[in-house]
């Protein structure tokens, strides 16, 4: 294989990361690091390159929802009652399954925008989905209120096929929409919960894994199952106790 010294090659490379939307920003930063040792490697201690390719290259910057707290079980309960206090009630049974999703299971907010009808096995307390960066798609045992809350949206909509949470255009609802139901500052649920600015929808995801940890007596492995992260070093991340 020629090695060439093109100066934009690793940049190049962190871009054609930017683009690969099932990669984590860890794992990118991951990838970027260890291509990065490989290069100054080879122009420090091999003289294979004329310069270090990697030069000037940062890594990406880790959203800051990912080094946030979590929501409390109080703010979580809180969103709760003033979702169960809606008076529309095909908003109100919307939301309460996404709630659900979220609090109870830990989704992902892509995760939750593209369930579709079709990866729902209430009647055995399953939902199937598609993980960040998997092929094929999870099994998730649901809990028992999260399937309840789905079925009876289900069943006041008459959805029969297509996505769970179809937007105004029949397609899927879109994680923009999604977090603006929770986080927008005039009317957004958090709000009218009375939560404090800033807060995040991934907090939910937050409050799962700090919970069950606390279930579990700090079980990481059997709380790994269900949160479905990579390493225990990322599920450590959200652990808010």
């Known amino acids: 294989m020629c090695i060439r010294d093109s100066l934009n090659s690793f940049r190049q490379f962190k871009d054609a990361l ?3 939307a099932d990669l984590s920003v860890k794992t990118k930063n991951s990838k970027l690091i260890a291509a990065k040792r490989l290069l100054t490697e080879m122009h420090h201690r091999y003289r294979l390159l004329k310069v270090d ?5 940062k890594l990406f910057r880790i959203s800051a929802e ?6 409390t079980s109080e703010e979580v309960d809180q969103v709760k009652a ?9 908003k109100r049974l919307r939301l309460q399954a996404i709630f659900y999703l979220l609090a109870f299971q830990g989704l992902r ?12 096995r209430l009647a055995d307390l399953v939902i199937m989905v598609r993980g960040k960066g998997k092929d094929a798609k999870e099994r998730i045992d649901l809990h028992p209120a999260t399937a309840k809350a ?27 929409q999604l977090r603006k139901l929770f986080t927008c500052t005039q009317y957004g649920l958090f709000k009218k919960a009375g939560l404090q600015p800033g ?13 069950f940890l606390e279930v579990t007596s700090g079980d990481v492995l059997t709380v790994q ?13 959200y652990d808010d106790r």
Not at 200 to 210: A, I, K, Q
């Open 18 to 20: 930017d683009r690969r």
């Open 53 to 57: 390719l990697s030069a000037g290259v």
């Open 66 to 71: 990912h080094t946030k707290d979590g929501l």
């Open 82 to 90: 003033v979702i169960d206090a809606l008076p529309d009630q095909a």
């Open 109 to 120: 907010q892509f995760e939750v925008s593209q369930l579709a009808i079709e990866d729902l």
């Open 150 to 176: 789905i079925l009876t949206y289900l069943t006041a909509t008459g959805i029969k096929s297509g996505f769970l949470f179809p937007g105004a255009t029949c397609q899927a609802l879109t994680t923009r």
């Open 199 to 211: 807060r995040s929808l991934h907090g939910f995801r937050h409050f799962f894994v700090t919970r």
């Open 225 to 237: 199952q269900f949160s479905r992260h990579k390493s225990l070093q990322a599920l450590k991340m």
